[in-house]
Nanobody
Framework: QVQLVESGGGSVQAGGSMRLSCSGS??????MAWYRQAPGKQREFVAR???????SITNSLRGRFTIARDYAENTVQLRIDNLKPEDTAVYYC?????????WGQGTQVTVSS
């Protein structure tokens, strides 16, 4: 079981950028993903990355979201460009597919217009 910690969230104006980071033991040996949960909505898949670095972004977010591994720091990062108010959510990392017991606290991203 992995233990994951998300960081890097905060408040930003629309059009800005943000980089989220996920750290935890064993992530280098697992396919990892970012998910998000907006207020009043179900948690949804955002992006995933394989052990070897192959990535996949959910269709509606392509072009603004990038997922990558930092092998030196052993983290999985999510970069979000041209942030929109509808990106406001708690962002979580987990394995792909997600492990039920691996959900962390997430990191809040708030985008103001």
């Amino acid at each position: 079981q992995v233990q994951l910690v998300e960081s890097g969230g905060g408040s930003v104006q629309a059009g800005g950028s943000m980089r989220l980071s996920c750290s935890g033991s064993g992530i280098e040996n697992r396919a990892m993903a970012w998910y998000r949960q907006a207020p009043g909505k179900q948690r949804e898949f955002v992006a995933r990355i394989s052990i070897t670095g192959v990535t996949s972004i959910t269709n509606s977010l392509r072009g603004r979201f990038t997922i990558a591994r930092d092998y030196a720091e052993n983290t999985v990062q999510l970069r979000i460009d041209n942030l929109k108010p509808e990106d406001t959510a708690v962002y979580y990392c987990n394995t792909y597919p997600p492990q039920t017991n691996a959900w962390g606290q997430g990191t809040q991203v708030t985008v103001s217009s």
